[in-house]
């Protein structure tokens, strides 16, 4: 095996102290081989303390800081006018630059909310053209009766491509779209940064401008996922022309600046445990979806967050958005995949923010994509390391709605998603290991087969079998 800590970026040195320690166990074999037929193939449905280092996902799995811990301590758990909310506010006006803040209990409750705002449901079939769809936005989308088209540019699907901005809007693919249906059938256009089906790749800030122009001469409202923009930031500190001597902080007020509103999962560059938040800059929008937070979700000073837990994300979103901070972050996970890449093992390239994307295509080249070859390395990793990651293609696609028949993407990945200041870099080394380990004696796995299907979001509780 070769040198596996021979790579063109050092491990970083982590920019913290760690000061509480949680102690994990590391299963044996016979254990790790029962706990996967158990849980049916499907790392989600595996027991935490089944698992030695988790890097199923990013979302709420961070660290929180003492200043954060802090912060807890002070939480007003008014139900109205919580001085955390103005707090978050405000904390969101300078670092993101938005004027007006709806706060979710996560994600997905903005993303119910952009929704339910901007969507006539079941009128009449409408469009929300995406850079590249993800599971939970896409189905609100259907939900109300619409469709999510990608228009990514053509190198987002191509894991090899050194592309530095591969979640860029393909314009072209956009204005097609837009020729297509009508403009009046698209409620907005939504724009992920740093898209995560496509290998935390990022979004330019000549393209974030692009998208604004070309929506403005059609009248169309531009809404951002702006889950991991901190992450896409430093991305366009570090490769585009003009942003090099920029803050993140300034780079991200001017990429909101091209958009009407956002949507936000605090869990990942807020880093914190739970919460979310819808933002705006366009009042109408604003206005109703403070109306709907009422309904769905609590007042609009907390809307589903306890005081404290907008406190730790207040204090959360301005550690998430240091200079300082983001390099480390990057650099671990780039080093995690350099490690992979000395041994060939085919991962997604350029390097992303959030994780190491592994290609399964060329992992397992002769498995049969009806034999699940994402789903198969995934639970093979577990099997091999008590390391949890999970599968991003075919069972994350999901079925055709009039078909009925899978859809088979192009991009068929495992994601090594990696928590934000959590585990260490002598860590990554036994993930690059035990995944190198795997890669070798790759001939001698078999695929599975899907026993159990639930209708929606397949992935998060689907069955397997070994073939």
């Known amino acids: 095996m070769k040198d596996i800590k021979k790579t063109k970026t050092k491990a970083p040195v982590e920019p913290f102290k760690i000061k509480m320690v949680e102690i994990v166990n590391l299963p044996n074999q016979e254990q790790r081989t029962k706990a996967i037929e158990k849980a049916g193939y499907n790392t989600f449905l595996l027991n935490s303390d089944e698992v030695y280092i988790d890097l199923l996902t990013d979302s709420g799995t961070s660290a929180m800081s003492d200043n954060q811990w802090a912060g807890l301590m002070l939480g007003d758990e008014a139900y109205a006018g919580s001085k955390n909310f103005y707090n978050l506010e405000k904390s969101i006006q300078d670092v993101l630059g938005y004027k007006y803040v709806v706060p979710t209990h996560q994600g997905r409750g903005a993303e119910h909310l952009i929704s339910a705002v901007l969507i006539e449901p079941k009128k009449n079939l409408v469009v929300v053209p995406r850079n590249m769809y993800f599971t939970t936005s896409k189905i609100h989308v259907e939900i109300q009766g619409g469709v999510m088209p990608d228009v990514i540019i053509d190198e987002a699907h191509d894991p090899e491509n050194e592309h530095p901005f591969k979640g860029n809007v393909d314009l072209k693919k956009l204005k097609d779209v837009i020729e297509k249906v009508g403009a009046k059938k698209i409620p907005y256009v ?129 550690e998430g958005a240091d200079d300082r901070y983001l390099e480390y972050r990057i650099k671990q996970v780039r080093y995690l995949g350099e490690m992979l890449t000395n041994y060939g093992v085919p991962i997604v390239k350029p390097i992303g923010g959030h994780g190491v994307f592994l290609d399964a295509l060329k992992f397992f080249p002769e498995m049969p994509r009806d034999q699940w070859p994402s789903q198969t390395l995934a639970a093979s990793i577990y099997e091999e390391s008590a390391i949890r990651t999970m599968e991003r293609g075919a069972v994350s696609k999901g079925r055709d709605h009039k078909t009925g028949e899978n859809i088979f993407p192009k991009l068929e990945l495992v994601r090594i998603t990696i928590p934000r200041r959590v585990y260490t870099n002598t860590q990554m080394e036994y993930v690059a290991d035990s995944i190198i380990k795997i890669f070798e004696k790759r001939e001698q796995i078999k695929g599975l087969k899907m026993v159990y299907e639930p209708e929606d979001l397949r992935f998060f509780q689907a069955k397997f079998e070994k073939i």
């Open 190 to 318: 939504n724009v992920e940064m740093n898209v995560n089906m496509a290998g935390g790749q990022p979004v330019s800030m000549e393209n974030l401008r692009q998208v604004r122009e070309l929506c403005d001469s059609y009248n169309l409202k531009v809404v951002f996922d702006a889950t991991r923009s901190s992450e896409n930031a430093y991305f366009i500190q570090e490769r585009e022309e003009g942003y090099s001597n920029k803050s993140i902080k300034e780079i991200l007020n001017e990429m909101m600046s091209y958009s009407d509103a956002c949507i936000y999962s605090a869990k990942k560059d807020g880093l914190v445990n739970i919460g979310g938040f819808l933002a705006a800059n366009d009042e109408e929008i604003y206005e109703k979806a403070r109306n709907l937070v009422v309904v769905y979700e609590g007042l609009h000073t907390y809307g589903g967050m306890a005081g404290r837990d907008m406190e730790a994300l207040a204090r959360g979103l301005r």
